[in-house]
């Protein structure tokens, strides 16, 4: 079964606007990651938050993470069209991944 | 080499052919991962290797699949009597230890008709 949950399932935002997106898991975690996947196949790794970590920022990327609800949240802050892909948050070394958001940037 | 690499990118094959699937890694990387993934899913997780030996075989959907990493760098994904439902884009990613990010390599689109 997967670990990770997306939320929302699919998401469209206008360019310029922040886009945030949820992720739940099940069991106890090391770390959670992020990665982010265009049409074609490479996922690409974003960025990794570990468990005694509560939130971490990479350029316009801030993630957060609580453990004790087991969810994690990224944060995407002023949108490009290049940001338009599927995000998927994954846990620990298996990297069990959730169904994914889908995010589509509106010019 | 630069990144983790996956051959072949495309492969077609019949119902009830044996295919194997190869991900050379980057090197140094201990971790090594197979996912596949069908079309609108997220990656659904396969095996895991750390080193020669498969730490979590959980994901195999059956006996049909079998991973090796001989050496505990290249790793071959071997499907016996494929099925149409085999079809799909078979990921391979590596980490240089369990625990830390991974990067993947671009897929092998595997097509059973």
């Known amino acids: 079964s997967q670990q990770g949950e997306e939320d929302p399932q699919a998401l469209s935002i206008q360019e310029g606007e922040n886009a945030t997106m949820n992720c739940s898991y099940k069991?106890?975690?090391?770390?959670l990651q992020w990665y982010r996947q265009n049409s074609g196949r490479g996922l690409v790794h974003l960025i990794l938050i570990r468990s005694n970590e509560r939130e971490k920022h990479s350029g316009r990327l801030r993630v957060t993470l609580d453990t004790s609800k087991k969810s994690s949240s990224l944060l995407i802050t002023a949108s490009r069209a290049a940001d338009t892909a599927s995000y998927f948050c994954a846990t620990d070394h298996k990297i069990i991944f959730g169904k994914g958001t889908r995010l589509h940037i509106l010019p | 080499g630069a990144g983790v690499s996956q051959t072949p990118s495309n492969k077609v094959t019949e119902k009830g052919k044996y295919v194997e699937l190869r991900c050379d890694p980057i090197?140094?990387?201990?971790?090594l991962y197979w996912y596949r993934q069908s079309l609108g899913q997220g990656p659904e997780f396969l095996i895991y290797f750390q080193g020669t030996g498969a730490a979590d075989d959980s994901g195999l959907p059956n006996d049909r699949f079998f991973a090796v990493r001989p050496e505990g760098s290249v790793s071959t994904l071997k499907i016996q009597r494929t099925e149409r439902g085999d079809s799909a884009v078979y990921l391979c990613?590596?980490?240089?230890?369990?625990?830390?990010?991974?990067?993947f390599g671009q897929g092998t689109r595997l097509t059973v008709v």
């Open positions: 069991t106890s975690i090391n770390n």
């Open positions: 090197s140094g990387h201990t971790a």
């Open positions: 990613a590596s980490s240089l230890e369990g625990d830390a990010e991974a990067f």
